[in-house]
């Protein structure tokens, strides 16, 4: 049998009806329970919030910032970017990794990131892989001396950065 307590309360007439407001048999129990109901939405929330931030953002991180004034060019066929060295170019500026660099030492600039390449990857051949990020009113002359840089830098494989159509 159940005695005469909070427990026959709690089974007879449920557990938020008999520790209602009102009630004020329940007083103690009342705002234990609150709490563990407040706990549970809690976790609850925070179960979705980081469901929907793995499933919204990409586990590679942000690779390329794009300017506000930069418009990349468009193209059909693309594939995800991966980390390779950036070169960008914005209102006719050069970066190498976000270093600012002119025309004449990109090449310089490009050979010491390879150099660095090898020295963190000493058993590995160097995979020659740069990724261009330039607006796409860049004049051709301008971009082909980048690219003519990059290959005497060992560069040969040259990746453009793009918006999928």
């Known amino acids: 049998m159940i005695s005469d307590g909070i427990l026959k309360t709690s089974v007879l007439t449920g557990t938020l009806e008999g520790h209602s407001i009102i009630s004020p048999r329940g007083a103690k129990l009342k ?55 950036v070169i960008k170019i914005d209102d006719n500026k050069l970066y190498v990794e976000d270093k600012m660099v002119d025309a004449n030492s990109i090449t310089a600039e490009l050979l010491d990131l390879r150099k660095k390449y090898q020295e963190l990857h000493p058993k590995e051949e160097f995979p020659g892989i740069a990724t261009i990020q330039a607006d796409r009113r860049v004049k051709y002359e301008f971009l082909n001396q980048v690219i003519l840089a990059m290959n005497q830098a060992g560069y040969s494989d040259i990746k453009f950065a793009v918006v999928v159509k």
């Open 31 to 85: 705002r234990h329970i609150a709490a563990d109901l407040l706990l549970t939405a809690l976790i609850d929330a925070f179960s979705i919030l980081v469901i929907f931030l793995l499933m919204n953002f990409s586990s590679t991180g942000e690779i390329l910032m794009i300017g506000k004034n930069q418009e990349l060019p468009k193209a059909h066929l693309a594939d995800v970017l991966e980390r390779n060295p």
